[in-house]
């Protein structure tokens, strides 16, 4: 019932920018924190944004002061905005939200199903 829906996502050449976007629809309340994930090629996933109820954002020492975060005050969308993209940026991009509202105290986390984002000349 809960869907993230990531866009945006394409190839662009190094230097170049792309914001992403996410929707996050569904039966879904209390979100505390958004962000954005992803997984290149051959390696595991990391984070890459955080942004949380608060406004407070922390991002990924390879990413940092090239990408920025936001949400709209609802939290049913978040943003990624991608400058001096690099090729080592290339991954599926996934968008996340948690809630402290799930079983025990880890609360619950759910995933879009990921946007292709390619750095190459």
């Known amino acids: 019932q809960v869907q993230l829906v990531e866009s945006g996502g394409g190839l662009v050449q190094p230097g170049g920018s792309l914001r992403l976007s996410c929707t996050v629809a569904?039966?879904?309340?209390?979100?505390?924190?958004l962000g954005w994930y992803r997984q290149a090629p051959g390696k595991v996933r990391e984070m890459v944004a955080h942004?949380?109820?608060?406004?407070?954002?922390n991002y990924a020492a390879s990413v940092k002061g090239r990408f920025t975060i936001s949400s709209n005050s609802a939290k049913t969308n978040v943003d990624l905005q991608m400058n001096s993209l690099k090729p080592e940026d290339t991954a599926v991009y996934y968008c996340y939200a948690w809630t402290p509202r799930g079983p025990g105290d880890d609360g619950q986390d759910y995933w879009g199903k990921g946007t292709p984002v390619t750095v190459s000349s």
């Open positions: 942004i949380f109820s608060d406004g407070n954002t």
């Open positions: 569904g039966n879904i309340f209390d979100i505390d924190a």
